[in-house]
């Protein structure tokens, strides 16, 4: 199409587009399919084991398998059908707590996998972990961290706030397990609890019993382990309350006895993230750890902790939601008259920003704003204009026809002299034309005698110009001028000469057989031939 574009790959397309070669111009909305095939294994689909093969997307099987359709079950077997684990859910919904502060909901047991905590509506409350060694995961000591990635008791835990997703559940934390120690689950109680759903999955041959959360009436949606009135089984095992009874080591396994940990003075805490780099469309931040003191978490310098064991910064999305388009405005046109009014143009295209780059969108996400003028007047000065500054010069004959000449000249709205260019030449005035005497008299003119003889000395002529002007210019005697026309030479004498004797020369004669040559003679200045 006459320009040159920047290409990027383009996966947005239909099912079985997945494993054509299409490509996106960078900055524009279209793309062209460069290849009906591409090269076997590329990845596709949303699945990131799916890849392509002789042109189609193939998903690869949990057993490693192109085409098996297998896949993991809830229990993490593959190919399982989620018997050999147990799903463990329910609902803490004591609406009023008896003070502000941590109020434990559920224990998740170690071992648990696909754990999911969240409040079913926003709040002001907040949802805090704690290992049962007490080390202090999310928000704990009273300290409201930010949202993003936090590991403890072998698995790595996303904690979210209602603000960066779109349904109107409140906070959460997602983990895939499994974990190496129990886990407390708190909530921060600051207004009445709307309500706070986990969920976790527990291998089946230690199946876990629900809790109870007193005061009762509470409604536990579980799948085992639990009576039609949610209060706990035979087995004594209470996930809430820390355990009614302790859990029993089966005989043929003996407990491992850790040896005492050192307790490090000082250690490495996430306080916080860099600002994100966008406001809107898609941006990144950074998890940033500083060096407290294990109890009053205060900040110490850096070389207080162990460098070794600092975390490494995550990169998180933020801003996630769409920026607004805009009317993106180019520059205006030159104007079309260098003078009085013309019209100028631009160009107006709605875009809009996603992960650092701008793209053109169709016209209608910018309906909420007020569309730019893409053309207008514009006058960059006033038109000079013709004027005519003279009067007719007289004719440039006494009679007959001859020329007149005046002045016309461009002049500015400011009263300056300007070039032409800048005054509309159709309209220039005209500063020449005919002019027509009448008939010229019918009669001989001649001009003053000529001041120069026909001799330097003795007798010569000189000579004048004599005509018969009518109403052209002849020098012939014509009707009405008469036929005596007056003489145009006379004799002029500009007294004797000198004697003095040089060569003078006669034309050259005819030529003959006998070579003859010219005539020449000797003579003085007065004529007279010598020998």
């Given amino acids: 199409m006459g320009r040159l574009y920047e290409w990027e790959p383009f996966n947005e397309v239909s099912g ?26 590329t990845p596709c689909g949303q699945n990131e084991t799916s890849i392509c093969v002789a042109g189609r997307c193939q998903s690869l099987g949990c057993d490693e398998y192109l085409g098996s359709g297998k ?71 009273w300290a ?39 886990l407390d689950v708190y909530v921060i109680y600051q207004q009445p609890n709307p309500g706070v759903s986990y969920e976790f999955i527990l291998p089946s041959d230690n199946p876990p019993q629900h809790p109870d959360h007193r005061p009762g009436g509470n409604t536990l949606h579980g799948q085992s382990g639990n009576d039609h009135r949610g209060n706990p089984n035979q087995d004594g095992y209470d996930p809430a309350g820390g355990g009614k009874y302790p859990p029993q080591v089966p005989n043929n396994q003996v407990p491992a006895v850790q040896p005492p940990r050192r307790q490090r ?29 294990r109890l009053s978490h205060e900040h110490v310098p850096e070389n207080q902790c162990d460098s070794s064991t600092r975390p490494s910064s995550q990169e998180e999305p933020c801003n996630l939601q769409s920026c607004p388009a805009f009317w993106d405005i180019g520059e205006w046109s030159e104007c079309s008259k260098t003078c009085g009014l013309g019209m100028q143009h631009r160009q107006v295209l709605c875009r809009q920003v996603y992960a650092n780059r701008t793209l053109n969108v169709h016209t209608s996400r910018c309906r909420h704003l007020e569309q730019p003028e893409t053309t207008s007047t514009c006058q960059l000065k006033i038109c000079s204009e013709w004027q005519i500054r003279t009067e007719w010069s007289a004719c440039s004959v006494p009679c007959g026809v001859g ?64 005509l018969c002007l009518t109403n052209h210019i002849s020098s012939l005697p014509l009707e009405g001028c008469g036929h005596e026309r007056p003489t145009d030479s006379q004799v002029c004498n500009h007294g004797p000469c000198e004697s003095r004797i040089e060569w003078f020369t006669a034309p050259w004669s005819q030529v003959r057989q006998d070579n003859a040559g010219s005539n020449w003679a000797c003579r003085d200045t007065s004529g007279e031939r010598l020998g």
């Fill in 16 to 41: 079985d587009q997945r494993c054509e070669l299409n490509c996106r111009a960078t900055g524009f909305r279209f793309y062209v399919r460069q290849s009906d095939r591409v090269i076997d294994g």
């Fill in 265 to 293: 003075e000082y250690n490495w805490k996430l306080s916080g993230a860099t600002e994100c780099s966008a406001s809107c469309g898609r941006g990144s931040r950074y998890t940033i750890f500083r060096c407290v003191h």
């Fill in 403 to 466: 020329q007149r000449t005046r002045e016309v000249h461009c002049v500015s709205n400011v009263g300056d002299f300007v070039s032409d260019e800048e005054c509309n030449m159709k309209l220039r005035p005209s500063d020449n034309e005919n002019c027509d005497m009448g008939p010229c008299a019918k009669s001989w003119f001649f001009t003053e005698w000529g001041n120069k003889c026909s001799a330097e000395c003795g007798m010569g002529i000189r000579t004048r110009g004599v």
């Fill in 144 to 182: 409201i961290d930010r949202p993003g990635k936090y590991e403890g008791v072998g698995t790595m835990f996303t904690y979210r706030r209602p603000n960066e997703v779109t349904s109107t559940a409140g906070e959460s934390f997602l983990a895939e397990g499994p974990t190496n120690e129990i």
């Fill in 71 to 141: 896949v993991m079950d809830k229990c993490g077997v593959c190919g399982g059908d989620n018997t050999a684990c147990k799903l463990v859910s329910g609902l803490f919904q004591q609406h009023s707590l008896n003070k502000v502060g941590y109020h434990k909901i559920v224990e998740i047991p170690e071992g648990a996998t696909k754990i999911n905590v969240t409040e079913t509506l926003k709040s002001r409350n907040y949802l805090a972990l704690k290992s049962r060694s007490g080390r202090s995961i999310i928000n704990g000591n």
